[in-house]
């Protein structure tokens, strides 16, 4: 297990969230009550802990001016333990996964967290057609360094890939670097504190949207500014506005375009063919008027790797998810090293349906 993230501490009753480490990433939650309740089993099952009516997790105009970010998060959260606590026991023996599914849990408070040896503070698992909103959460650590200083760590990272109901994340292993579609994203309301590290506040690196928002989202931590919000692979621009660092200026949100194969392939998707087009793959660059100047527009410039224009998407996918997948079965034994083999794979596959310039 890594560490706890999550605390609610009362005279009678302890709430915490476990992590499994791994790929999957998964998070549940222990339930003990010392008067009332032995040891619970690990509830597996995504339901919202914390039903909210209203804000009462979020502090004044007032105390936003008056105390440091970190003071604010701080206390955003106790407001929230102390909700928690004065409500019904039913509610507090409810799980919380905090993204798993298609869902993505809002009014959450993750602190000093640990997950996989980096600080990503949470992960969100969303499949094609899928139309997610994520608000309110407030993400923070005190951490003075990077547990791993060679890898990045994000606050909210959200993970695109083919929808496996098996799968404890609900997406099939391996399948965010295949450039599937989500319909719609929604992030409003985060507040992320690191004040001492190069945390990433949202970030998606593979995969993409048909349609993508962020507004008022609260992004303090020491990484560079296109680090910040960082997205790739968004076709609509939506509302996007009112994304802040903790004097209130703007943060502009990164568009960069669809990736294939993660960091070790980077292929870089600069457009893409009619067909594909007809299917939502296609960089709309009517961009509304409030998001304007809030966006710093990536998704046509080149990326260091591999940039293909023109790109048949669907021809792709059809001819590269089998094999694909049949890399990574159980019984392949072999490859020494599928992951190798996989990239490769999406290698040779993308520069059979796109032109490189």
């Not at 019904?88 to 993505?104: E, F, H, N, T, Y």
């Not at 040896?117 to 139309?131: A, E, L, R, T, Y």
């Not at 294939?260 to 870089?268: D, E, F, K, P, S």
Request: with cysteine.
């Amino acid at each position: 297990m890594a560490n706890s993230q999550f605390a609610v501490n009362g005279t009678k009753s302890n709430i915490s969230v476990q992590q499994k480490a791994g790929n999957k990433q998964q998070q549940t939650v222990l339930i003990s009550d010392s008067n009332k309740f032995k040891e619970t089993a690990l509830i597996n099952k995504a339901v919202e802990l914390l039903t909210r009516n209203g804000n009462a997790n979020q502090v004044s105009e007032n105390e936003e001016k008056q105390h440091s970010p970190w003071e604010v998060a701080k206390k955003q959260c106790n407001n929230e333990k102390e909700r928690v606590l004065r409500g019904p026991k039913d509610s507090r023996i409810k799980a919380m996964l905090l993204d798993v599914k298609g869902q993505c849990s809002s009014n959450k408070c993750v602190q000093n967290f640990t997950l996989n040896g980096k600080q990503d503070g949470q992960n969100v698992f969303i499949s094609p057609g899928d139309s997610v909103t994520c608000s309110g959460n407030v993400i923070m650590s005190d951490l003075q360094n990077l547990i791993d200083p060679e890898g990045h760590s994000d606050g909210n990272q959200i993970i695109i890939g083919k929808k496996d109901p098996r799968s404890s994340t609900g997406i099939k292993d391996n399948s965010q670097f295949l450039g599937y579609l989500a319909e719609h994203m929604k992030i409003d309301g985060y507040r992320i504190v690191a004040p001492n590290i190069p945390l990433q506040g949202i970030f998606s690196s593979d995969g993409g949207y048909k349609n993508f928002e962020a507004s008022g989202n609260t992004i303090v931590t020491t990484a560079s500014e296109e680090r910040k919000i960082a997205v790739a692979g968004v076709m609509n621009v939506g509302n996007i506005r009112g994304n802040v660092d903790q004097n209130g200026n703007t943060i502009k949100v990164y568009l960069y375009p669809l990736r294939l194969g993660g960091g070790v392939a980077n292929i870089h998707i600069m457009s893409f063919n009619k067909a594909s087009q007809n299917q939502g793959y296609k960089y709309n660059e009517n961009i509304p008027e409030v998001s304007k100047n809030n966006i710093k527009d990536l998704r046509k410039v080149p990326r260091p790797g591999i940039n293909l224009y023109n790109f048949d998407i669907l021809g792709f996918l059809k001819a590269v998810e089998a094999p694909y997948y049949k890399t990574f079965d159980p019984g392949n034994t072999t490859s020494q090293n599928k992951q190798r083999n996989a990239i490769n794979l999406i290698k040779n596959e993308a520069l059979k349906h796109g032109n490189t310039h």
